[in-house]
């Protein structure tokens, strides 16, 4: 099971969810696995994740990582050319960056965070083509490659209005879109016969804390995962 900001991204009894996240935005991450509380439907661990929140001064970072395939070395031994392959499953190109920023909009009363990420990878798998060889054949071990190709896309913000000294209020907005423009591709699905998937989800989430005494607190929370 995962829990994001308090909304229960599962959306089947195998544990599945459609929400997708990155690293850049959590600010607190905890799993369980074992001893869970009946308010968690299924086995397994339990995860819960909470996005990071804006303050009184102004924060923000960038960050990305890239690779290309003269970046690696690779397993084709003299033996496997001499049979006509010439690759396995290289990373052809991969990167992933993320900027955030967050600070106050009226200090010690509302706050900001938000960010944006992408991530993408281009990656070889072996006997997936994307065009037959000079002879026609699609299955031939000369057969031009096909990549594999996998998009990430993501957008998010967080609100807190403190209300009162007793009362606030908490918004939380995630956006994100896989895409794969060969999906299903395999060794008997060349790319021309490949399926194009566009996943979008998005989770939301509208809370509010009110302490109504010295002994009594409502953490209250209303929102949505993931299609």
């Known amino acids: 099971t995962l829990e994001f900001e308090g909304i229960n991204s599962t959306t089947a009894r195998q544990g599945n969810t459609a929400l997708y996240l990155n690293s850049f935005q959590v600010e607190e991450a905890s799993f369980k696995t074992t001893g869970n509380n009946a308010d968690v439907a299924v086995g397994g661990v339990h995860q819960q994740l909470i996005m990071k929140s804006g ?13 290309n395939k003269g970046w690696q070395g690779n397993n084709v031994t003299s033996t496997l050319r001499g049979r006509g392959f010439t690759i396995t499953n290289p990373i052809n190109y991969y990167f992933d960056w993320n ?22 990878i281009s990656q ?19 057969a031009e490659p096909g990549e594999f190709i996998r998009v990430l896309d993501q957008a998010y ?28 591709a395999n060794a008997t699905t060349p790319a021309p016969t490949t399926r194009v998937q566009s996943q979008p989800t998005r989770t939301w989430k ?11 607190l409502i953490d209250s929370v209303f929102g949505f995962c993931c299609y």
């Open 55 to 67: 303050g009184n001064t102004f924060h923000g970072s960038t960050q990305g990582s890239y690779e």
């Open 99 to 120: 900027a955030d920023f967050g600070g106050y909009i009226v200090r010690n009363k509302l706050w900001f965070y938000g960010g944006a990420s992408s991530q993408k």
């Open 124 to 142: 070889y798998q072996i006997a997936f083509v994307k065009a037959p060889n000079a002879q026609g054949c699609w299955t031939c071990p000369d």
């Open 157 to 184: 913000s967080k609100f807190h209005w403190q209300i009162s000294p007793s009362n606030r209020l908490i918004g939380t907005f995630v956006r994100a879109e896989k895409k794969s423009p060969f999906f299903g």
């Open 206 to 216: 509208v809370g509010s804390q009110n302490t109504l005494n010295n002994n009594l």
